[in-house]
């Protein structure tokens, strides 16, 4: 099976801009989780997808926004882009089952200037 | 709440064991993992330990969980310069849609 694919790897972007990062699980994965990824506060839980609908939420701003389509992919979008935006998207997918290995995506360096 | 706490920073000499610890605050959890990232790439499962469970081996690794302290450690014998990167602790709750909290990670540096 292919692994967790996320595009684009590298981006950048200037504050005020908007951005949309895209994920895709492995096949069969029905969740879809984000995280951001600063070296100052470490890996941070963006939101899960499960079905197409919200099924948990990190803090973050209302500017963090999600949505799964029909096939499991996943696209983040983030509006009014700050410097502090400035992270590696990760995106994660696992089978929804007890036992919940997460299998992560290699990211979305994302830059604001 | 739901929180879960590491140290950010670990070093330890080459050949040595390491020892990363994590604390939590939920102890409804039903299972507890180990992940590892090393640079460039996203973060992969090492281990996992059920939440009854007190103790599981895999070859070089050990984890340790201590409920009553809210307490679970990574041990790793015989570090390698390979087993530099950044190791993430995280606990589930099947009772709450499988949410999962991880923890920021731990940088383990080995020195020669």
């Known amino acids: 099976k292919a692994g967790v694919t996320q595009t684009p790897r590298y981006l950048i972007k200037t504050r005020g801009q908007q951005v949309t990062l895209s994920c895709s699980p492995i096949s069969g994965h029905r969740s879809v989780s984000w995280y951001q990824q600063t070296p100052g506060q470490g890996l941070q839980f963006l939101f899960e997808?499960?079905?197409?609908?919200?099924?948990n939420k990190g803090n973050f701003p209302g500017r963090f926004s999600g949505r799964q389509f029909s096939n499991s992919r996943s696209e983040m979008n983030v509006s009014t882009l700050e410097l502090g935006d400035s992270a590696l998207y990760l995106c994660?997918?696992?089978?929804?089952?007890?036992?919940?290995?997460?299998?992560f995506g290699p990211g979305t360096r994302l830059t604001v200037l | 709440g739901e929180d879960v706490e590491q140290s950010l920073f670990l070093s330890v000499r080459e050949g040595d064991s390491s020892v990363i610890n994590c604390t939590y605050t939920d102890s409804s959890s039903t299972y507890l993992y180990w992940y590892k990232q090393e640079p460039g790439a996203g973060l992969q499962l090492l281990t996992y330990i059920f939440s009854n469970m007190d103790m599981k081996q895999d070859q070089r690794l050990t984890v340790l969980l201590n409920k009553k302290d809210k307490h679970l450690s990574l041990r790793i014998a015989d570090t390698q310069t390979g087993d530099s990167a950044i190791y993430f602790c995280?606990?589930?709750?099947?009772?709450?849609?499988?949410?999962?909290?991880f923890g920021k990670g731990t940088r383990l540096h080995i020195l020669p």
């Open positions: 997808y499960f079905s197409e609908t919200q099924r």
């Open positions: 995280a606990e589930s709750f099947s009772n709450r849609d499988d949410k999962i909290i």
């Open positions: 994660a997918s696992r089978e929804d089952r007890l036992y919940n290995e997460q299998f």
